[in-house]
T-cell receptor
């Protein structure tokens, strides 16, 4: 059974601080990893993807991957109230299918 | 910017009625996915197409659900008859899945919110 574990939250972070979202996965065959943001009542929106161990930065977002530890994380710097959403971690399996966690609800407090 | 199109955005139907959802993927995306998402959970894959062929429909309740992608472009998901437990968000996503360019990202449409009464 392929599983993805995320802290359901809510994770409350002050505006301007760094939000840290974590994810562990069970499928050692996963090579590609995706982070989606989902606002309430809306569809998931791709914000980051990472394929190699290490860090990948895109604006205020940094994805971190450690395949040996089966761990992937997303850092959001200078958090804004508009970042308040549920963040979904999704490794991809060998059939090009995403394995979904239940997501972490992030709340940015002004 | 290219987007995945879905319609309708909202649908209210009575149980035992038939309902259909339509999806038009991003142009050139050969892989299309239909998901169902219940509040508080991650999306659940219902069916995956590669061009016009079904790759995986193992989680599709085939007694009442059907999906097709006849010309390998747009796709239709049907439920007949609808049950109260089918109330959920139905999402369509598409992907290029290009091994040569290392491109596997899935892009979602806006979804269809289904309410069965």
């Amino acid at each position: 059974q392929k599983e993805v574990e995320q802290n359901s939250g809510p994770l409350s972070v002050p505006e301007g601080a760094i939000a840290s979202l974590n994810c562990t996965y069970s499928d050692r065959g996963s090579q590609s990893f995706f982070w989606y943001r989902q606002y309430s009542g809306k569809s998931p929106e791709l914000i980051m993807f990472i394929y190699s161990n290490g860090d990948k930065e895109d604006g205020r977002f940094t994805a971190q991957l450690n395949k040996a530890s089966q761990y992937v994380s997303l850092l959001i710097r200078d958090s804004q109230p508009s970042d308040s959403a549920t963040y979904l971690c999704a490794p991809m399996d060998s059939n090009y299918q995403l394995i979904w966690g239940a997501g972490t609800k992030l709340i940015i407090k002004p | 910017e290219a987007e995945v199109a879905q319609s309708p955005r909202y649908k209210i139907t009575e149980k035992s009625q038939a309902v259909a959802f339509w999806c038009d993927p991003i142009s050139g995306h050969a892989t299309l996915y239909w998901y169902r998402q219940i509040l508080g959970q991650g999306p659940e894959l219902l069916v995956q197409f590669q061009d016009e062929s079904v790759v995986d429909d193992s989680q599709l309740p085939k007694d009442r659900f059907s999906a097709e992608r006849l010309k390998g472009v747009d796709s239709t998901l049907k439920i007949q008859p609808a049950e109260l437990g089918d109330s959920a968000m139905y999402l369509c996503a598409s992907s290029l899945v290009d091994v040569g360019s290392d491109s596997y990202e899935q892009y979602f449409g806006p979804g269809t919110r289904l309410t069965v009464t």
